[in-house]
C-alpha cells in the first residue's frame, strides 16, 4: 500500500486551458511550481476545482502522469474520483493506480441520492478494489449525501479507507470525529471559510481551495496555527477572509481562476458549459482581489518555525 501523510495543505489544484478549451500544461505547471515552492503537502487532482466533470479519462491520465513526474516526489498526489456508477468508479481507480497515483479522494455515487447502506457499499466495493490511500470526501450540502458517524463506524475496518475531507460545514463534526474514532482518520478540513476553525479544533490538514491564486497565505497559515501562533495566523486569516469567502459560491472556479490570474499563477480560460465572468459579476470579483492584494500581509519565515512555548496543545 502507498503511504499518504495525510496532514498539511493539500491544494485542490485547477485545470488552466488554452482559448481552445485545450489543457495548458505550461500554466499547470507553473501553478504547481508556485503551490511546491509555498510548501504544500499534497496535491489534489480533478477535484471540483479543477473542473473534472468536463475531462476526459485520457485528460486526467494526463495530468497525473504530468504532476507526477513535475512534483518529483517531493508530494503525494492524490486523484479524486467522482463517478455515477460503482463500475465506472473502480474504472477510474484503476487508471488512477496505473498512471502513479499515490492515493485517492473519493466522493459518494454523483447525481444518485444513495441511502445508508448503498452508499456503505460503494465506498466498501472501491477499498477493497484497490491498494491506494483513501481519503472519503464528506460534502452532504454539494453532493446530498451525508457520510454519518455510523457509516464511518463500518469503514473503520477497511485499512485503506485513512482520512476525511470535512466539507459538512459544521465545525463540531470535528470533534465528534475525534471523540468517537481518536485518531483514526485524519480529518482535512475542505471549506476555506471554516479552516482556521476546524484546524484550532483539531483538523490534520486542509484540502484547500484559494491555495490556487495565494498559495503563501495558505500554508503559513496552516503552519502558524499548528506551531501555536494563534493571533498570528488570525491576523492573515481575517485579510483572507473575503476570498476564502469565494470558494463557496457555485461559480467558484472563475472566481478562484480569476484570482489565480491576477496572481500571476493561472488564466482565467474555462470549459463550457462554465462561460468567462462578465459585467458587474466580474467587477465584484475583481474588486474583493485587488482590495486583498493592495492590502496584502508580510508573512512571517513560516517554513521555519519553532513551536511556541506558551502553548501546550492536549
Not at 65 to 80: L, R
Not at 216 to 222: D, G, L, P, Q, S
Not at 224 to 229: E, I, N, R
Not at 258 to 265: K, R, V
Request: aromatic share 8%; net charge negative; hydrophobic share 45%.
Amino acid at each position: 500500500m502507498s503511504i499518504v501523510n495525510w496532514k498539511g495543505v493539500f491544494p485542490a489544484v485547477l485545470t488552466p486551458f488554452k482559448k481552445d478549451e485545450s489543457i495548458d500544461f505550461d500554466v499547470f505547471k507553473n501553478n504547481l511550481d508556485a503551490q511546491l515552492e509555498a510548501g504544500v503537502d499534497g496535491i489534489v487532482l480533478g477535484g471540483s476545482l479543477g473542473e473534472a466533470s468536463t475531462l476526459v479519462n485520457g485528460e486526467k491520465n494526463e495530468l497525473l502522469v504530468f504532476t507526477k513526474e513535475s512534483v518529483e516526489g517531493k508530494v503525494p498526489v492524490i486523484m479524486n474520483v467522482a463517478e455515477q456508477t460503482t463500475r465506472g468508479a473502480i474504472t477510474a481507480i484503476n487508471d488512477a493506480e496505473n498512471h502513479g497515483a499515490d492515493g485517492l479522494m473519493l466522493l459518494p455515487p454523483m447525481r444518485y441520492n444513495a441511502d445508508d447502506n448503498e452508499t456503505l457499499e460503494f465506498f466498501k466495493t472501491i477499498a477493497t478494489n484497490t491498494s491506494l490511500p483513501i481519503m472519503i470526501y464528506n460534502n452532504p450540502v454539494d453532493y446530498k449525501i451525508m457520510v454519518t458517524l455510523e457509516l464511518f463506524d463500518e469503514l473503520a475496518a477497511y485499512p485503506n479507507i485513512q482520512a476525511v475531507k470535512e466539507s459538512t460545514r459544521d465545525v463540531t463534526n470535528v470533534t465528534r470525529m475525534f471523540n468517537r474514532f481518536g485518531d483514526r482518520f485524519k480529518i482535512l478540513t475542505g471549506v476555506d471559510p471554516l479552516a482556521m476553525e476546524s484546524l484550532c479544533m483539531g483538523a490534520d490538514g486542509w484540502v484547500a481551495g484559494l491555495v490556487d491564486a495565494f498559495p503563501r497565505e495558505t500554508v503559513a497559515i496552516y503552519r502558524l496555527v499548528k506551531a501555536g501562533y494563534i493571533q498570528e495566523a488570525l491576523k492573515i486569516y481575517r485579510w483572507f477572509m473575503p476570498l476564502l469567502e469565494l470558494d463557496i459560491h457555485p461559480k467558484l472556479v472563475q472566481y478562484i481562476k480569476l484570482a489565480a490570474t491576477l496572481t500571476g499563477i493561472s488564466t482565467e480560460e474555462v470549459r463550457a458549459p462554465r462561460l468567462a465572468l462578465e459585467g458587474k459579476e466580474r467587477a465584484r470579483v475583481t474588486s474583493i482581489i485587488t482590495e486583498a492584494l493592495n492590502n496584502r500581509p508580510k508573512l512571517p519565515d513560516y517554513l521555519h518555525l519553532q513551536p511556541a512555548e506558551h502553548v501546550q496543545w492536549a
